[in-house]
């Protein structure tokens, strides 16, 4: 497994990595032991970093993740979030009080005493322009409760502005072949900051695995079922906030440029980590196979130039009119 630093924070991440959502909720259910055994497969296929969230199943990801590396030699880098445990969810609540609290119930569920990495988990836009949030972070951090600290965000204009904070050292964003618009906007400026980039789904929620159709149904309590028009959360996060008609139409186009060497999962890994900015991917699955799989995507070579300029254009024929303007 092939390596890349995360930003300024000194860690050394696996370029494709372990997303830890669908082993918590909002996946349809998941057995405990299937859980685990998905972390056992991603730490058995060299992936060393692990990214959690304090709201995945109320903390059970978080517990999951602790009970496997309990169990094992591995000290992986384990990032988590906090924030969407505020209800309501409003800016003005990310204040020291509310996020000491977050923070010291995922140190309890990870068994750790500090926390290697802690994001803001997709606060409002409004959070990105309060300084007392991430004076909060940085005491936080000199307490001895954190390590490093970054964001989660939604849009590429508030990764942009999270990156003026001198403490904010890594921002995950969704970035894949069908939301291109961090290319033009927000990579180099990470990179000119030294801001590590972790790049949440990427392959847009099962989409550009290949598997889904129009008429593919999800169990209730999926939140491709649920949350397809938003109703849940940001309606980015399912698909990627593509309609499912012209993602289908899009993912039938770009099969045809996927070389015979890669499954189109893999196809869609390689082509974000040909971002240089990129510092790890973060796939979600229960499956110890297609973890093994997601992972071998590392090891591939770079797309051609041919590959990128067809998934341009399915891109710009498909999906653009949708999500470019919006995230």
Request: aromatic share 8%.
């Amino acid at each position: 497994m092939k390596q890349r630093r995360l930003g300024s924070t000194g860690f050394d991440v696996s370029e494709v990595s372990l997303g830890t959502w669908e082993i918590g909720a909002d996946w349809g259910d998941v057995a405990e032991e299937e859980g685990k055994d998905a972390v056992r497969a991603a730490l058995d296929a060299g992936v060393n970093f692990l990214d959690t969230a304090d709201v995945y199943g109320d903390g059970r990801s978080e517990r999951l993740i602790r009970e496997v590396l309990d169990e094992r030699d591995e000290d992986p880098v384990v990032a988590t979030k906090a924030g969407r445990r505020l209800d309501p969810h409003e800016a003005d609540r990310y204040i020291h009080e509310n996020l000491e609290q977050f923070v010291d119930r995922s140190r309890k569920n990870l068994g750790v005493d500090s926390l290697d990495l802690l994001q803001l988990h997709c606060p409002p836009t409004e959070t990105y322009y309060q300084s007392e949030t991430f004076d909060a972070l940085a005491d936080l951090q000199s307490a001895g409760k954190l390590d490093h600290y970054g964001v989660s965000v939604e849009k590429v204009e508030e990764g942009l502005k999270a990156i003026e904070y001198p403490g904010v050292e890594t921002v995950q964003i969704i970035f894949n072949p069908f939301r291109q618009r961090p290319a033009e906007r927000f990579l180099e400026a990470a990179a000119r900051e030294n801001v590590g980039v972790i790049v949440r789904v990427p392959l847009a929620s099962g989409l550009l695995t290949g598997a889904i159709d129009e008429d593919t149904e999800f169990p209730e309590n999926d939140h491709r079922n649920f949350n397809r028009e938003g109703d849940a959360f940001d309606v980015g996060e399912t698909f990627a906030g593509v309609p499912l008609e012209p993602g289908v139409a899009a993912v039938d186009e770009l099969r045809e440029h996927v070389p015979d060497m890669l499954t189109l999962p893999q196809f869609a890994l390689r082509w974000i980590l040909d971002f240089d900015a990129v510092s790890t991917v973060i796939p979600g699955s229960t499956s110890p196979e297609h973890i093994r799989s997601n992972v071998a995507a590392s090891n591939a070579r770079p797309l051609t130039h041919e590959a990128h300029g067809a998934t341009r254009d399915v891109y710009e024929k498909y999906i653009e009119e949708h999500v470019h303007h919006r995230w």
